[in-house]
């Protein structure tokens, strides 16, 4: 079946750049997206990409999608404490329809 | 808009109880569903609905009961609770149709089952 694969952990110093990778196995995946989970809550949806994309980029976030190895990064420009959480990768074929989520990334952001 | 909302926030069960936790959105939106989180394997989708009175099962149904009787509430319910259902469960809901390509998730009610 699908699966979606991520590092477990990631940890930066403030200012510097962070790069959140994520592998799926799903060719079909149409939709693919990055969420973010700070603790005790739900789920924030940070940004998505069609699989017709290569990059989007949005404010501090880009995206990088490269389907032939089936792989997906977030990298998060300038990155400050106020972005430590759990950030998960998630894809699915039909519009957010039935999400295949990863295993969560915990990025820690130190001063 | 209140958006996605759970209750409760917190349950504890004894193995053999039963309950149900609520889910409701203010949204319109078509699409609902229910996640269960555990540690170290992401969210895995339990059951769906595209809308009233269609339901069906995602990658681990099994112990979980659902319906839809109205587009705002998705009920989920445990009829026998196991220790293996202690987690965090997420409800979320999205607009169907071209355009929408975004679940919103409500806040998470964390279960305990003893």
């Known amino acids: 079946g699908e699966d979606v694969e991520q590092s477990l952990f990631l940890s930066v110093r403030e200012g510097d750049s962070s790069v959140i990778n994520c592998t799926y196995t799903?060719?079909?995946?149409?939709?693919l997206y990055w969420y973010k989970q700070e603790p005790g809550a739900g789920l924030q949806l940070l940004t998505y990409?069609?699989?017709?994309?290569d990059m989007k980029q949005d404010q501090r976030l880009t995206v990088l999608l490269n389907k032939k190895d089936k792989h997906l990064s977030l990298r998060i420009a300038d990155t400050q404490t106020g972005d430590s959480a759990i950030y998960f990768c998630?894809?699915?074929?039909?519009?957010?329809?039935?999400?295949?989520f990863g295993t969560g990334t915990r990025l820690q952001v130190f001063p | 808009n209140a958006g996605v909302t759970q209750t409760p926030k917190f349950q504890v069960l004894k193995t053999g109880q039963s309950m149900t936790l609520q889910c409701a959105q203010d949204?319109?939106?078509?699409?609902m569903s229910w996640y269960r989180q555990d540690p170290g394997m992401g969210l895995r989708l339990i059951h769906y609905?595209?809308?009233?009175?269609?339901?069906d099962q995602g990658e681990v149904p099994n112990g979980y009961n659902v319906s839809r009787s109205t587009t705002e509430d998705f009920p989920l319910r445990l009829l026998s609770a196991a220790p293996s259902q202690t987690s965090v469960y997420f409800c979320?809901?999205?607009?169907?149709?071209?355009?929408?390509?975004?679940?919103?998730f409500g806040p998470g009610t964390r279960l305990t089952v003893l």
């Open positions: 979320a809901s999205k607009g169907e149709g071209q355009g929408y390509n975004e679940q919103f």
């Open positions: 799903d060719s079909s995946s149409t939709y």
């Open positions: 990409i069609f699989s017709n994309m």
């Open positions: 998630a894809e699915s074929r039909w519009a957010a329809d039935k999400l295949i």
């Open positions: 949204m319109n939106h078509e699409y």
């Open positions: 609905s595209v809308g009233a009175g269609i339901t």
